[in-house]
């Protein structure tokens, strides 16, 4: 069974940083991708960010030019580099990865004060 765990949330100001980390572990096959996704009070689920075994990257527009996506798809880790933080980021953050399937980690809030 895939588990992925999640770090790195909390209560930020406007306009600061966070820095989110997820660690994947028991899978038997290789995993080609892992991400972010994000759900505000309310909201549906939202896609963040991800980045592929290749090291390609990609984002949504919404976070696009302030968060970024590192890591090593091949050693199960990925981080999330959160700038510039606006009070509409406020959501729980879930990390995933593809495998056959997509597995999801429990999430790990992220509150932005205005």
């Known amino acids: 069974q895939v588990q992925l765990v999640e770090s790195g949330g909390g209560l930020v100001q406007a306009g600061g940083s966070l820095r989110l980390s997820c660690a994947a572990s028991g899978s038997r096959f290789r995993i080609n991708a892992m991400g972010w996704y994000r759900q505000a009070p309310e909201k549906q689920r939202e896609w963040v960010a991800l980045?592929?075994?290749?090291?390609?990257?990609s984002y949504a527009d919404s976070v696009k030019g302030r968060f970024t996506i590192s890591g090593d798809v091949a050693k199960n880790t990925v981080y999330l580099q959160m700038n510039r933080l606006e009070p509409e980021d406020t959501a729980v953050y879930y990390c995933?990865?593809?495998?056959?399937?997509?597995?999801w980690g429990q999430g790990t809030q992220v509150t932005v004060s205005s």
């Open positions: 995933y990865c593809t495998v056959l399937y997509n597995y």
């Open positions: 980045i592929t075994s290749g090291g390609s990257t």
